[in-house]
């Protein structure tokens, strides 16, 4: 998978640097020998995160340009090399903002580092399509305990927001949402709900106040609310959240099973991750058991529901994850009362 760089074998002034930190290179991957690291961990690192899934992509793009006589071939040759990194772009971009909603922060770095030089490729480095790997780069940083870098990124996304006026909204309200996830870690809260309150007041307005966009601010002010112990108040949002992914959900499954669904409409692997982080959040498998009997029961008393087998799945789910929570805990004396809550909880998990 990988092999040492014979310096000889370079052209005089070409020096590789890493993929990842961009110091000296000493090894190549060997499937598609134009991605260069200063060592295995990272080209390891590189691998698990995003090279596996474009590295043949990577092998037009970064190959020397051939000659061509022909001006229209040229051309072609440029436009084809511009469809590659956007598609590079668009795929790196997903997968970071995937592994960010799955927490594995890490790994998502080596995306988002790909995402931004794809869009400096297609866009050049100071455009406004940049701000979303800034973005994505400031929240990898974040997760880590990074403030610094996450600082730096978030100021050159904001320096570019502020001198594009044309700036969408959509841009915007991404902007602020990263923001106040930095203050959420940085403890000022009072600062975070201002940035949450930006972000929930562009998403409104780009999507509407039901869309999944917006209520993913809500979902980040219940967490402030719930460290200042204003538990009424993240109730609330909780129950606004899980009411439009309900609604939002549902009509989906009503596209789905009328086969009139859109690619558009489908969801991609990061709407998928930032599902299932939000409503495991806020009904652990207990709240779920819980909820999901009495939706099944009320179900079941509505003539031909169409709800129940869907209900019925969710249990399954919900005690699959109770069970494997429960086979993780550590052994304990019987004495202990962490021992007597495990107990409690199978019994609640065997009715």
């Not at 190959?63 to 022909?70: D, F, G, M, N, S």
């Not at 990263?178 to 999507?207: P, Q, T, W």
């Not at 992914?245 to 859109?262: D, F, G, M, V, Y």
Request: hydrophobic share 35%; with cysteine; aromatic share 8%.
């Amino acid at each position: 998978m990988s092999a040492n760089i014979n310096p000889l074998a370079n052209p005089k002034g070409a020096n590789k640097v890493c993929e990842l930190c961009e110091k000296p290179a000493y090894i190549q991957c060997t499937k598609c020998f134009v991605t260069f690291y200063c060592g295995r961990e990272h080209q390891n690192d590189d691998w698990v995160a995003i090279h596996k899934k474009v590295c043949q992509l990577l092998i037009p793009v970064r190959t020397p340009v051939p000659y061509y006589t022909l001006e229209v071939e040229r051309e072609h040759h440029c436009s084809q090399i511009l469809q590659r990194q956007t598609q590079l772009m668009e795929i790196s971009q997903t997968v970071a903002e995937k592994k960010l909603f799955e927490k594995r922060h890490k790994e998502s770095l080596p995306a988002a580092l790909l995402s931004l030089r794809s869009a400096m490729d297609v866009f050049g480095t100071s455009a406004i399509q940049l701000v979303p790997a800034y973005l994505l780069l400031a929240e990898a940083n974040i997760g880590l305990g990074n403030l610094s870098p996450a600082e730096q990124y978030l100021s050159w996304a904001e320096w570019t927001v502020v001198r594009t006026p044309e700036c969408s909204q959509t841009v915007c309200q991404k902007l602020h949402r990263c923001m106040g996830r930095l203050f959420i870690v940085k403890g000022n809260l009072e600062e975070a709900l201002f940035h949450l309150a930006n972000d929930i007041y562009y998403a409104s307005e780009e999507y509407g106040q039901d869309s999944i966009v917006t209520c993913g601010g809500y979902f980040l002010m219940a967490d402030i609310f719930s460290k200042q112990g204003k538990m009424d108040i993240v109730n609330s949002l909780y129950k606004e959240v899980a009411k439009t992914w309900h609604s939002h959900l549902s009509t989906l499954l009503e596209r789905h099973i009328q086969n009139t669904i859109t690619p558009e409409e489908s969801f991609d692997e990061a709407q998928q991750a930032e599902a299932d982080q939000m409503l495991r959040s806020m009904l652990e498998p207990v709240k779920a058991l819980e909820f999901g009997k009495r939706a099944l029961l009320s179900s079941r008393l509505v003539p031909d529901c169409n709800l129940t087998e869907p209900v019925q799945r969710l249990l399954q789910l919900a005690e699959e994850d109770l069970n494997a929570a429960n086979e993780s805990w550590p052994e304990l004396p019987p004495c202990s009362s962490a021992h007597t809550e495990h107990q409690l909880s199978m019994k609640v998990s065997q009715r």
